[in-house]
Structure formats: C-alpha cells, structure tokens
C-alpha cells in the first residue's frame, strides 16, 4: 500500500470541513472503491449532511467493514447529523463511502472530487487521492 500525503482541507462558509480524503479501488471489482475521510464541524451549529457525489461514481452508499450491510446503512450519508463542534472519522476498519459504477478507471495518485451536500449550509467539495 501507498501512503499519499493527504489533500488541502476543504470547508465552507459554516466551517464544515473535509479532510484526509483518500480513495482505495476494491481488489475484487474495477467498477468499485471504498472511500475514507474525516469530517469536522467547527460550528457552533449542528448541520444535516444530505448526500455525497462525485462526477466519478454512479451512485455513493455508505459500508461498515465489519457489520452487516442494510438500508439504513447504505443510506448512512444521506441523513447524518453532524454535531457543532465535533469531528466524525471514516475509517478504513469502520463506516466509510463506497464509489458504484466508476466511470473509469483509477491509478494512484490520481485526484478524484467529491461533493458534500448539507441542508441549509454549502456544500463542501474536496478531492480524494487514489491509493494503492
């Protein structure tokens, strides 16, 4: 594996910021990666994350690595509270994005953007750095 030195943070007008972003294309299908990143909200106001795109990726759904998958799992980053003046961690070992349907193929290096949509608050658009 490859560690990449991680992206500029990104954050918008409320002070929600994205950080650490890094994209890992799954061994066992070209048409997938899992996503991981840290998301802090230096607000002193909660806000709603609504949903995560990427010109990359036909749909974005939410996995636990080691927890069985449901609906209410896939669907984790369309309704996620994100407290004031806290930070959320997407690790590899626990709650993370999976990218379906990439729409080409990755190589390391590579700079991937991702938009984070919240309700009432601007999005917030960061790249991720494919790794290996």
């Known amino acids: 594996m490859t560690i990449a030195k991680a992206e500029p943070v990104a954050q918008n007008s409320a002070h929600i910021v994205v950080s650490n972003g890094t994209l890992l294309p799954l061994p066992l299908s070209s ?13 002193a106001t909660d806000h709603l994350l609504k949903g995560i795109t990427s010109p990359l990726c036909a749909s974005i759904m939410a996995h636990h690595t080691k927890q ?5 799992t896939n669907d984790l980053f369309t309704h ?14 626990g ?3 999976v990218c379906l349907g990439l729409h080409r193929s990755l190589q390391s290096g590579d700079k991937v953007p991702f938009t984070f949509l919240f309700l009432d608050s601007p999005d917030v658009t960061v790249n991720f750095t494919v790794v290996r």
Request: net charge negative.
């Open 80 to 93: 996620l509270a994100l407290q004031h003046n806290a930070t959320m961690v997407f690790p590899r070992d």
């Open 95 to 97: 709650y993370h994005l």
């Open 68 to 72: 069985e998958q449901t609906v209410a």
């Open 31 to 43: 048409s997938r990666a899992a996503g991981f990143f840290s998301l802090t909200n230096n607000d």
